[in-house]
C-alpha cells in the first residue's frame, strides 16, 4: 500500500497536474453521473474530465461546475420566461383585437339595428327578425318557448306539427351536447323532450318505415 501511495505521489508531482493539493488526488471520492451529465449538458464540463479515478479533486471540481450550470441553465430559462411574455403580450394584443372586430361585425349584421334587422324590417320581413336573435345563441341554450315564439312571430301560430318537431329539435340538441353516441342515449334525450302527442306521432312514423 505505501509503495503505491508513493508512486501515485511521485506520479503527480513528476507530471505537475493541476493546482490542488496532493492529497485531493489521492484521497477517493463518489463522482454523481447525474451531476456530471447536469454540468456537461450546461457545457462547464466534458464528461472525459472525470472519466478514470474518482478522487476528491474531481469531486470538487464537479462541485463547482454543478453551480456553474445553475447559472447558466437559470439565465437560459429567465431568457425563455422573458422572450415568452413577450411573444404572449404581442399575440394577446393581436388576437384580442380580431375577436373585437368580429364581434363589431356581429353586431352590426345581427344585432338589434344591424344591416340584417334593418333589411329584413324595411322588406316587411320584420317576425324574421327573431331568427336572428337565436342565431346569436349558442345551440343549447335557445329555449322551446324560445323557438316556438319564433315560429309564433313568422307564422301567427304554433301548430302541433311545429311543436312536435320542435320537441324532436331539442331532444336531438341536448343528445348532442351529451357527446354520446349511444342509440339508447338519443332515444332518451327523445322521450324527455316530446310530449304524449309527440311520442305518439313519432310512433306512428316508425311504424311506417318497418
Same mark, same amino acid.
Given at each position: 500500500m505505501k509503495n503505491i501511495i508513493l508512486f501515485l505521489a511521485l506520479?503527480?508531482?513528476?507530471?505537475?497536474?493541476?493546482?490542488?493539493?496532493?492529497?485531493?488526488?489521492?484521497?477517493? =471520492?463518489?463522482?454523481? +453521473?447525474?451531476?456530471?451529465?447536469?454540468?456537461?449538458?450546461? &457545457?462547464?464540463?466534458?464528461?472525459?474530465?472525470?472519466?478514470? /479515478?474518482?478522487?476528491?479533486?474531481?469531486?470538487? $471540481?464537479?462541485?463547482?461546475? @454543478?453551480?456553474?450550470?445553475?447559472?447558466?441553465?437559470?439565465?437560459?430559462l429567465d431568457q425563455m420566461k422573458q422572450k415568452n411574455q413577450l411573444d404572449y403580450g404581442i399575440l394577446k394584443?393581436? @388576437?384580442?383585437?380580431?375577436? +373585437?372586430? =368580429? $364581434?363589431? $361585425?356581429?353586431?352590426?349584421? /345581427?344585432?338589434?339595428?344591424?344591416?340584417?334587422?334593418?333589411?329584413?324590417?324595411?322588406? &316587411?320581413?320584420?317576425? /324574421?327578425?327573431? @331568427?336572428?336573435?337565436?342565431? $346569436?345563441?349558442?345551440?343549447?341554450?335557445?329555449? +322551446? +318557448?324560445?323557438?316556438e315564439k319564433v315560429v309564433a312571430d313568422v307564422k301567427g301560430e304554433v301548430t302541433t306539427k311545429d311543436r312536435q318537431m320542435i320537441e324532436i329539435i331539442k331532444g336531438v340538441q341536448k343528445f348532442i351536447n351529451i357527446g354520446s353516441n349511444g342509440a339508447d342515449i338519443l332515444k332518451e334525450c327523445l322521450t324527455a323532450e316530446q310530449s304524449a302527442d309527440t311520442r305518439q306521432t313519432v310512433a306512428i312514423v316508425k311504424a311506417t318505415l318497418v
Open positions: 506520479m503527480i508531482l513528476g507530471t505537475g497536474v493541476g493546482c490542488a493539493a496532493l492529497s485531493e488526488y489521492i484521497t477517493p =471520492a463518489s463522482i454523481d +453521473q447525474k451531476a456530471v451529465e447536469y454540468a456537461v449538458n450546461a &457545457g462547464v464540463v466534458t464528461a472525459e474530465e472525470f472519466k478514470g /479515478f474518482a478522487n476528491l479533486e474531481k469531486a470538487i $471540481r464537479l462541485e463547482t461546475a @454543478v453551480d456553474n450550470a445553475y447559472e447558466i441553465k437559470t439565465l437560459a394584443d393581436v @388576437v384580442t383585437c380580431n375577436s +373585437q372586430i =368580429a $364581434r363589431e $361585425r356581429e353586431e352590426k349584421l /345581427f344585432g338589434e339595428t344591424g344591416l340584417l334587422s334593418t333589411g329584413l324590417t324595411a322588406l &316587411g320581413f320584420g317576425a /324574421f327578425t327573431g @331568427v336572428l336573435g337565436l342565431m $346569436r345563441k349558442r345551440p343549447g341554450d335557445v329555449t +322551446q +318557448q324560445e323557438m
